[in-house]
């Protein structure tokens, strides 16, 4: 079962039937039921052995598609190899509040450049103060846009060593307590605050589409009361322990880097007109279970993912940017290999906790 049997089947009715699907949208189904047919051509082999032959057909190669990411999640795991640091490392998950969903429609390029920047700006923010961590950070961020039922769910993976570079770049800064980094409820209400800061410039210059649904918002008054709906909850920001080095790391970050909404081998059956497929029940223990949609709802869900053109969901900043990656790298390791490196500590029951709340009215947004 692949995605590309169930274009074969419903993709031109699927087409018809929503005329408004994007021209990166339809190019992107395109691309998928095309993918290794005869439509893209191909090459033929031989056996100089034994003379049997056998066509290979080319691939789509589009980032979207299941079939075509597993070459080029390699290459980009091999690269990021060459930076990975000696110390373990901190899984950090930055999530937009469903209130912001029905702008995601008109306004995904936005909202999904608003996540990175607002995500990556605070580790580093909060990372810096000196109550928390006092030191650079770097951070490697990962924009998925969906859950496990193909629903919108736009969140960003941060993968970030644990501990950063001094102010100076003379030492390398451990954090306080072993197994913790950044206090969570900190983060949320600064990428909270960052988040809505972002929104608000955008709707004074009049940068947001506001069409369909969210035509109401164009009133000044619905619009305040639609902000001052997004400070009624906290902002989710899930935090994991460090989770070992760097093995560790470049095996859990090729589940993450290279995908899009489903892979194939979720699929479990496609009758003509309904799919199902399996998936991971998160709020019940992480129970496996299996879903039926139509075709149709199906690549509903699935169209909702497909990035604008040109859209870069894996980026880095702070120590990892790519202006001053080799160079801070290369210090950090030199830092970390000398014998005054300072280590962390392990969480005598004598020293206080770390707090989880603010202790300063700048982090109250």
Same mark, same amino acid.
């Given at each position: 079962?692949? /995605?590309?049997? #169930? &274009? *074969?089947?419903? !993709?031109? =009715?699927? +087409?018809?039937?929503?005329?408004?699907?994007? $021209?990166?949208?339809?190019?992107?189904?395109?691309?998928?039921?095309?993918?290794?047919?005869?439509?893209?051509?191909?090459?033929?082999?031989?056996?100089?052995?034994?003379?049997?032959?056998?066509?290979?057909?080319?691939?789509?190669?589009?980032?979207?598609?299941?079939?075509?990411?597993?070459?080029?999640?390699?290459?980009?795991?091999?690269?990021?190899?060459?930076?990975?640091?000696?110390?373990?490392?901190?899984?950090?998950?930055?999530?937009?509040?469903?209130?912001?969903?029905?702008?995601?429609?008109?306004?995904?390029?936005?909202?999904?450049?608003?996540?990175?920047?607002?995500?990556?700006?605070?580790?580093?923010?909060?990372?810096?103060?000196?109550?928390?961590?006092?030191?650079?950070?770097? /951070?490697?961020? #990962? &924009? *998925?846009?969906? !859950?496990? =039922?193909? +629903?919108?769910?736009?969140?960003?993976?941060? $993968?970030?060593?644990?501990?950063?570079?001094?102010?100076?770049?003379?030492?390398?800064?451990?954090?306080?307590?072993?197994?913790?980094?950044?206090?969570?409820?900190?983060?949320?209400?600064?990428?909270?605050?960052?988040?809505?800061?972002?929104?608000?410039?955008?709707?004074?210059?009049?940068?947001?589409?506001?069409?369909?649904?969210?035509?109401?918002?164009?009133?000044?008054?619905?619009?305040?009361?639609?902000?001052?709906?997004?400070?009624?909850?906290?902002?989710?920001?899930?935090?994991?322990?460090?989770?070992?080095?760097?093995?560790?790391?470049?095996?859990?970050?090729?589940?993450?880097?290279?995908?899009?909404?489903?892979?194939?081998?979720?699929?479990?059956?496609?009758?003509?007109?309904? /799919?199902?497929?399996?998936?991971?029940?998160?709020?019940?223990?992480?129970?496996?279970?299996?879903?039926?949609?139509?075709?149709?709802?199906?690549?509903?869900?699935?169209?909702?993912?497909?990035?604008?053109?040109?859209?870069?969901?894996?980026?880095?900043?702070?120590?990892?940017?790519?202006?001053?990656?080799?160079?801070?790298?290369?210090?950090?390791?030199?830092?970390?290999?000398?014998?005054?490196?300072?280590?962390?500590?392990?969480?005598?029951?004598?020293?206080?906790?770390?707090?989880?709340?603010?202790?300063?009215?700048?982090?109250?947004?």
């Amino acid at each position: 079962m692949e /995605v590309a049997d #169930i &274009l *074969h089947a419903q !993709g031109d =009715t699927f +087409v018809e039937q929503h005329p408004w699907l994007s $021209v990166q949208q339809r190019s992107v189904l395109r691309a998928i039921a095309r993918c290794r047919t005869a439509a893209l051509g191909g090459h033929l082999d031989r056996c100089d052995a034994c003379g049997h032959q056998a066509i290979s057909y080319n691939s789509c190669r589009n980032r979207h598609c299941p079939k075509c990411q597993a070459q080029a999640r390699e290459r980009w795991l091999q690269a990021r190899e060459r930076e990975l640091l000696d110390v373990p490392y901190v899984h950090v998950v930055f999530t937009l509040p469903h209130g912001l969903l029905p702008l995601a429609y008109r306004n995904s390029a936005r909202l999904y450049t608003w996540l990175f920047q607002a995500s990556a700006a605070t580790l580093r923010e909060v990372a810096a103060d000196p109550r928390h961590l006092g030191a650079e950070i770097g /951070v490697l961020s #990962i &924009l *998925h846009t969906w !859950g496990q =039922t193909l +629903v919108r769910h736009p969140h960003v993976h941060c $993968v970030v060593p644990a501990g950063g570079l001094s102010p100076d770049h003379q030492r390398w800064i451990h954090p306080k307590y072993a197994g913790f980094f950044l206090p969570v409820k900190v983060l949320s209400r600064v990428f909270r605050g960052k988040c809505v800061e972002a929104l608000r410039r955008a709707y004074d210059r009049n940068d947001l589409d506001l069409a369909g649904g969210s035509e109401h918002l164009r009133d000044p008054a619905a619009w305040r009361a639609f902000v001052d709906a997004l400070f009624d909850t906290d902002w989710v920001v899930y935090s994991k322990p460090a989770f070992g080095g760097a093995t560790t790391v470049l095996r859990y970050l090729g589940r993450y880097t290279h995908r899009v909404a489903i892979s194939n081998h979720r699929l479990l059956a496609f009758d003509g007109d309904h /799919v199902t497929f399996q998936w991971k029940d998160y709020a019940h223990g992480d129970q496996r279970r299996t879903m039926t949609l139509t075709a149709m709802e199906f690549l509903r869900r699935f169209v909702q993912h497909i990035l604008p053109r040109g859209f870069v969901r894996i980026r880095q900043s702070g120590l990892l940017a790519n202006t001053c990656r080799t160079a801070c790298v290369g210090r950090a390791r030199r830092l970390l290999t000398a014998p005054s490196a300072p280590a962390p500590t392990t969480g005598d029951p004598t020293i206080p906790a770390p707090t989880e709340t603010p202790t300063r009215a700048t982090w109250t947004y």
